[in-house]
């Protein structure tokens, strides 16, 4: 059984950087079958998927358009966990994020972190 | 705006059926990209529901099915309960963005 466990500062200054982490039990973050997707909720909104990190020989990002210019992605497989950096961030980047599992991205997000609400205040 | 379009809720007695529909485009759902739902309960998070537009995952009752035509999908829920009320999201993948999208989601009451 997959389990994503979510760490990360619930209070950021705008213009700063949000840094999250995922660490995943029960399989491998550099699974060549595996991809770990970020994924956030504004409040009352719904869903937004911000990118994607995954592992074929080597490490590959694929970043959603609305977010590419300020967000970037990392592994450490001895820790087995995922982060997600997002900068320069405004109070429309306050929302709870999720780290979530999915093979492909034509394929579901089977496994999803807890979440972890960030809110962007001075 | 969501790229996928859900009705904002939908609402209907216990025991009765409901329906929630997800509209596309030539770009996502019209394009034959598979459809997957999740259902989210207060508080937590989004759970999978149906994968590849009508499959679901163990554990999920057979009370949920889903379905895929054209440029739009559809989720149904039969002999609702009052634990279903959830907020329910469409998500597939869009071509035009190179990514995944998700629908604006649909907030089920239970009269």
């Known amino acids: 059984q997959v389990q994503l466990q979510q760490s990360g500062p619930g209070l950021v200054k705008p213009s700063q950087t949000i840094s999250l982490t995922c660490v995943v039990s029960?399989?491998?973050?550099?699974?060549?079958?595996?991809?770990w997707s970020w994924i956030r909720q504004a409040p009352s909104r719904g869903l937004e998927w911000l990118g994607r990190t995954y592992f074929r020989s080597k490490w590959y990002n694929d970043y959603a358009v609305s977010v590419n210019s300020r967000i970037s992605f990392s592994a450490d497989t001895s820790k087995n966990q995922i982060s997600l950096q997002l900068n320069s961030v405004t109070p429309e980047d306050t929302a709870v994020y999720y780290c979530?599992?999915?093979?492909?991205?034509?394929?579901?997000?089977?496994?999803w972190g807890q979440g972890t609400l960030v809110t962007v205040s001075s | 705006q969501s790229v996928l379009t859900q009705p904002p809720s939908v609402s209907a007695a216990p025991g009765q059926r409901v329906t929630i529909s997800c509209t596309g485009s030539?770009?996502?759902?019209?394009?034959?990209?598979?459809v997957h739902w999740y259902q989210q309960l207060p508080g937590t998070a989004p759970k999978l529901l149906i994968y590849t537009n009508s499959n679901r995952p163990s554990g999920v009752p057979d009370r949920f099915s889903g379905s895929k035509s054209g440029t739009s999908a559809s989720l149904a829920i039969t002999g609702l309960q009052a634990d279903d009320e959830a907020d329910y999201y469409c998500q597939t993948y869009d071509r035009s963005l190179s990514g995944s999208v998700f629908g604006g989601g649909t907030k089920v009451t239970v009269l």
């Open positions: 030539s770009s996502n759902i019209g394009a034959g990209y598979n």
């Open positions: 979530a599992r999915g093979t492909t991205l034509f394929t579901p997000f089977d496994s």
């Open positions: 029960g399989d491998s973050v550099s699974s060549t079958s595996a991809g």
